[in-house]
């Protein structure tokens, strides 16, 4: 690749190596060791990593010491590594907190991927160019190494084992988080994600890490996930019962602040690389193949829940009640669901507002298949249960057909192209090479 290629003519899965190669010396990873109090195993951790680095990493990379206000000799110790090794840096802070430290770091790096790990070194290291690789590749936009995947392989004690699964069920069932392991010490992140992640975590502390995953997630940046073998420092200096209380304040604010739309997670929307959600189809409106697709997914679903439920009721009520009921909860459901998967709005501002107009559409489907079944009656007097689904499977094709037109047009008009496209259009951009 040619470095003097301008930036807006390269696709975007390439601007990742680009910046490798257009910085002067820059390597690739720079992977910081967040560190406190720990002139013991400081030395021994950096040594290790580094001739790990050096056997097996095959670009250019960097170890960066980030003490955050050490009180023993950790400071000396860094210092002295930065000087013997080329590739090895040593930064101090004046403040306490491991989020502190590697946003600090991370925020004035020039690599392109920036990766942390614990100094105990827990993690099996033959993990980390798994982690980092689909960051260089641009595939991903994070990765994390999971001590809960089925796959990895875990020693530690029963009551770390029941906190750490506690914890994350806790962000499952409060947060919906779908990754696996918040708190592994063993994480990466692309540079320019990070340019506009890490501004909006608070947290300077443990729980760092998990905001930063949850806001990534909920943005719907990509998340890789390495199983990892991993085995438990029992002369971690982490305060357990102290962590914890600190991680459910965290847990609660973050919560809230998504509850009451507080966080501005549309600046994070899709804005690195090329997303086949935004490529417009020869001949077709901008959205239009995607929304179909989409619809025609929820639609199958809900014609299922439709006719199970109709079966359902029948046994009890008439056609034409237990179709109205039916029609109604599948109806609610289907607007749900096409409101966030096929239609892209997130978040609680005018649900209710589409929910009244998708009864509406509900009203219009009603009056199709009550219709259908009212005609169905009068030309055969006492229809079988066969043929009453059959004339019902016909009339809800047309209704879908009319639902996905007033859908497009009435309940969810796209307003927000000119923003994607702004959005795409700043994403291209040329950047500064630090």
């Given at each position: 690749?040619r470095?003097?290629t301008?930036?807006s003519t390269?696709?975007?899965?390439?601007?990742?190596l680009?910046a490798a190669?257009g910085?002067a010396?820059?390597?690739?990873l720079?992977v910081?060791?967040?560190?406190?109090?720990?002139?013991?195993?400081l030395e021994?951790c950096?040594?290790r990593l580094h001739?790990h680095?050096?056997?097996t990493?095959?670009?250019?990379?960097r170890?960066?010491?980030a003490?955050?206000?050490?009180?023993d000799?950790?400071?000396q110790?860094?210092?002295?590594?930065?000087?013997?090794?080329?590739?090895v840096?040593?930064?101090?802070l004046?403040e306490k907190g491991?989020?502190r430290?590697?946003r600090?770091?991370?925020?004035?790096?020039?690599?392109?991927v920036?990766?942390?790990m614990?100094v105990d070194?827990s993690?099996?290291l033959?993990?980390?160019?798994?982690?980092?690789?689909?960051?260089?590749s641009?595939h991903?936009d994070?990765?994390?190494?999971?001590?809960l995947?089925?796959?990895?392989?875990?020693?530690?004690?029963?009551?770390?084992?029941?906190?750490s699964?506690?914890?994350?069920?806790?962000?499952?069932?409060?947060?919906?988080a779908?990754?696996?392991?918040?708190?592994c010490g063993?994480k990466a992140?692309?540079?320019?994600?990070?340019?506009?992640?890490?501004p909006?975590?608070?947290?300077t502390?443990w729980?760092f890490?998990?905001?930063?995953l949850?806001?990534?997630?909920?943005?719907?940046l990509?998340?890789h996930?390495?199983?990892?073998?991993?085995?438990d420092?029992p002369?971690?200096?982490?305060?357990?019962?102290?962590?914890?209380?600190?991680?459910?304040?965290?847990?609660?604010?973050v919560?809230?602040?998504?509850?009451t739309?507080?966080?501005?997670?549309?600046?994070?929307?899709r804005p690195?690389?090329?997303?086949?959600r935004?490529r417009?189809?020869?001949g077709?409106p901008?959205?239009?193949?995607r929304?179909?697709?989409?619809?025609c997914?929820?639609?199958?679903l809900?014609?299922?829940?439709y006719?199970a439920?109709?079966?359902l009721?029948?046994l009890?009520?008439?056609?034409?009640?237990?179709?109205?009921?039916?029609l109604?909860?599948?109806?609610?459901?289907?607007t749900?669901?096409?409101?966030?998967?096929t239609?892209g709005?997130r978040?609680?501002?005018?649900?209710v507002?589409?929910?009244?107009?998708?009864?509406?559409?509900?009203a219009?489907?009603?009056?199709?298949?009550?219709?259908?079944?009212?005609?169905?009656?009068t030309?055969?007097?006492?229809a079988?249960?066969?043929?009453e689904?059959?004339?019902?499977?016909?009339?809800n094709?047309?209704?879908?057909v009319?639902?996905?037109?007033l859908?497009r047009?009435?309940?969810f008009p796209?307003?927000?192209?000119?923003?994607?496209?702004?959005?795409k259009?700043?994403?291209?951009?040329?950047?500064?090479?630090r």
């Amino acid at each position: 690749m040619r470095t003097d290629t301008p930036w807006s003519t390269l696709p975007a899965r390439d601007h990742l190596l680009a910046a490798a190669v257009g910085a002067a010396g820059a390597p690739v990873l720079d992977v910081v060791i967040p560190v406190y109090n720990e002139e013991k195993d400081l030395e021994t951790c950096v040594l290790r990593l580094h001739d790990h680095l050096a056997r097996t990493f095959p670009y250019g990379f960097r170890i960066t010491v980030a003490d955050n206000a050490s009180t023993d000799r950790t400071p000396q110790v860094a210092a002295r590594l930065a000087g013997l090794i080329p590739e090895v840096r040593s930064y101090r802070l004046e403040e306490k907190g491991r989020g502190r430290a590697l946003r600090t770091v991370w925020s004035h790096s020039d690599s392109p991927v920036l990766a942390y790990m614990d100094v105990d070194l827990s993690t099996d290291l033959n993990a980390l160019l798994p982690l980092v690789a689909p960051l260089i590749s641009g595939h991903s936009d994070l990765a994390i190494g999971s001590r809960l995947a089925r796959s990895s392989r875990v020693v530690r004690g029963s009551k770390r084992e029941f906190i750490s699964r506690a914890y994350n069920l806790i962000l499952r069932s409060s947060l919906a988080a779908g990754f696996s392991d918040a708190q592994c010490g063993f994480k990466a992140i692309r540079r320019e994600v990070a340019e506009r992640l890490l501004p909006m975590v608070e947290d300077t502390g443990w729980f760092f890490d998990t905001e930063m995953l949850v806001l990534a997630e909920r943005a719907g940046l990509r998340i890789h996930e390495v199983p990892v073998d991993w085995v438990d420092d029992p002369d971690s200096t982490v305060h357990i019962v102290k962590t914890a209380a600190e991680d459910l304040k965290g847990v609660w604010r973050v919560g809230r602040a998504l509850a009451t739309g507080a966080l501005p997670l549309d600046r994070l929307a899709r804005p690195f690389g090329d997303d086949p959600r935004d490529r417009a189809v020869p001949g077709v409106p901008r959205g239009l193949a995607r929304q179909l697709v989409g619809f025609c997914v929820v639609g199958v679903l809900s014609t299922l829940v439709y006719l199970a439920l109709y079966s359902l009721f029948r046994l009890g009520v008439g056609p034409q009640s237990a179709n109205a009921a039916a029609l109604l909860v599948s109806a609610v459901a289907n607007t749900a669901a096409n409101r966030r998967l096929t239609f892209g709005v997130r978040g609680r501002g005018g649900a209710v507002r589409h929910q009244a107009q998708g009864l509406v559409v509900f009203a219009i489907g009603l009056a199709l298949t009550s219709g259908s079944l009212a005609a169905l009656g009068t030309a055969s007097g006492s229809a079988s249960h066969g043929t009453e689904l059959a004339v019902l499977i016909a009339a809800n094709l047309a209704a879908t057909v009319l639902r996905f037109l007033l859908f497009r047009a009435w309940v969810f008009p796209d307003r927000r192209t000119g923003h994607q496209d702004a959005r795409k259009g700043a994403a291209h951009e040329p950047r500064n090479v630090r």
